[in-house]
């Protein structure tokens, strides 16, 4: 898979969730073989520019792999002005997200509102396309509502453009996470343009990866959900899609290491008081996927508020508990 000068080393990428793909997230997923991983969004608002929050996310340094960082906004000149200054800081692809459902983005029109505006959508990806020198990826929806999916429209657009590769979510942003996403509106992208298409929705085990990336011809994946306390699901999606038999998943001792790591690295990426309570939903993650752990235990390691405790408590459930894998 190809993105301008950068060839990943798989078809596989974690998706950009707000919130979720922090640097700490991000360089777990890599680690577990994402063979590339967007950020969370970064408002193009001049105003939150030196906000506390958008300088945290927008801090790549010591990133191990490809800084593909994700924009948002609705005004051509600000988000020109937004890929230029994330390039600045280090970015190596921006990504323009047209495909956030949330109300308050799409309030103001920005994230998969923006798709009901092709006028917009061009003036958008001309000025960003033209104030950078790296790559400029769209991620999108597959339309507004089910009676108006423009995803074909917004493609032709994209390529004539410039957008170096394009990911399509299965869904309308009026079908924001409900039902099934469908991937036959990324199957006809994919044979009307020349770039390289990413097909994103519900992909969350080797089979479906096979099908989809069958299904719509598409030249890579992105996983979002699926990878929420599961980060390993790319190494264990990779190992299938080459047909290999002598893949493990981690075992249970190897997913405590796993969870430590985590919380150590939120830990020190955010501060120990932002640490614990950003790594609470993680550890429900990771302990949603695996079996049964007490909701006694789960309360207790939600509610401390000190970093020592927290992990001491995760360990504990660890060596109290019989886990069995969901499948
Ligand atoms: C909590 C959450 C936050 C998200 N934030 C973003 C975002 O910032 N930008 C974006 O383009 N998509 C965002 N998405 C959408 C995902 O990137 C992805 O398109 C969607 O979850 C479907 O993929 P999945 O079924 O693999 O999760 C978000 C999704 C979730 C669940």
């Not at 640097?23 to 969370?40: D, I, K, N, T």
């Not at 990504?95 to 509102?113: E, H, L, Q, R, Y």
């Not at 085990?205 to 994946?221: H, M, S, W, Y």
């Not at 264990?236 to 002598?246: G, P, R, T, V, W």
Request: net charge positive; charged share 20%.
């Amino acid at each position: 898979m190809q993105i301008g000068p950068y060839t990943l080393k798989n078809n596989l990428i974690l998706a950009p969730m707000a919130g979720i793909t922090d640097h700490p997230f991000r360089e777990l997923c890599r680690q577990f073989g994402a063979g590339l991983a967007v950020s969370e969004m970064v408002a193009s608002n001049p105003s939150l520019q030196k906000h506390r929050r958008t300088l945290q996310k927008s801090d790549y340094t010591s990133e191990s792999g490809l800084r593909s960082i994700q924009i948002l906004g609705t005004d051509p000149q600000h988000m020109a002005d937004a890929a230029r200054l994330n390039q600045q800081r280090g970015a190596q692809i921006i990504d323009i997200n047209m495909g956030c459902p949330a109300k308050k983005v799409c309030s103001v029109a920005a994230g998969s509102a923006l798709l009901k505006n092709e006028d917009l959508v061009k003036k958008i990806l001309d000025a960003v396309v033209n104030a950078v020198d790296i790559p400029v990826t769209l991620k999108i929806r597959t339309g507004w509502d089910t009676e108006n999916k423009n995803a074909l429209k917004i493609a032709e657009i994209a390529e004539q453009s410039g957008i170096a590769a394009l990911t399509i979510h299965g869904r309308t942003r009026a079908c924001k996470f409900k039902g099934s996403a469908e991937y036959n509106t990324i199957k006809q992208v994919k044979q009307s343009i020349n770039i390289p298409v990413i097909a994103n929705g519900d992909i969350s085990c080797p089979e479906k990866a096979r099908q989809v990336l069958n299904f719509t011809g598409a030249d890579a994946i992105m996983i979002g959900r699926a990878a929420q306390g599961k980060p390993w699901i790319f190494n264990e999606i990779n190992q299938a899609l080459k047909n290999s038999k002598s893949y493990k998943n981690p075992t249970i001792k190897e997913i405590q290491l796993i969870i430590n790591n985590h919380l150590e690295h939120l830990y020190s990426f955010y501060g120990k008081l932002s640490g614990v309570r950003i790594a609470r939903k993680h550890i429900g993650w990771y302990f949603d996927n695996l079996g049964t752990v007490p909701a006694t235990c789960k309360k207790e390691i939600y509610q401390t508020v000190d970093p020592a405790l927290q992990m001491a408590l995760v360990n504990s459930v660890f060596s109290n508990t019989e886990f069995v894998f969901k499948k």
